[in-house]
């Protein structure tokens, strides 16, 4: 059984920082591309940021600069470390892992980041 569990998320003043964590288990960890998305209420899912098994990073332009994606395949655990947060950054932030050489793809339940004063 496969399972992404986000941690991490919470109340954060504009400003502020937070770092998300997602434990994965019942996957070759270091065999999958990770990532993390964010669903705003009434908007679509995006990507925040993602992180190959080499290491490879991408991150949308909301978020490029303020924010730095990791991983720890030891752990086989994927971090989310965001400064500067914004009230824009509010969302579910959603934990994704991609198998790099098939169509398998698995999400996490989510974690709420509410940034506001």
């Known amino acids: 059984q496969v399972t992404l569990v986000e941690s991490g998320g919470g109340l954060v003043q504009p400003g502020g920082s937070l770092r998300l964590s997602c434990a994965a288990s019942?996957?070759?960890?270091?065999?999958?591309?990770m990532g993390w998305y964010r669903q705003a209420p009434g908007k679509q899912r995006e990507l925040v940021a993602r992180?190959?098994?080499?290491?490879?990073?991408n991150y949308s332009d909301s978020v490029k600069g303020r924010s730095t994606i990791s991983r720890d395949n030891a752990k086989r655990t994927v971090y989310l470390q965001m400064n500067s947060l914004k009230p824009e950054d509010t969302a579910v932030y959603y934990c994704?892992?991609?198998?790099?050489?098939?169509?398998?793809?698995?999400w996490g339940q989510g974690t709420q980041v509410t940034v506001s004063s």
């Open positions: 019942g996957i070759t960890f270091s065999l999958y591309t």
């Open positions: 994704n892992a991609r198998f790099e050489k098939g169509a398998l793809t698995y």
């Open positions: 992180i190959s098994s080499g290491g490879g990073t």
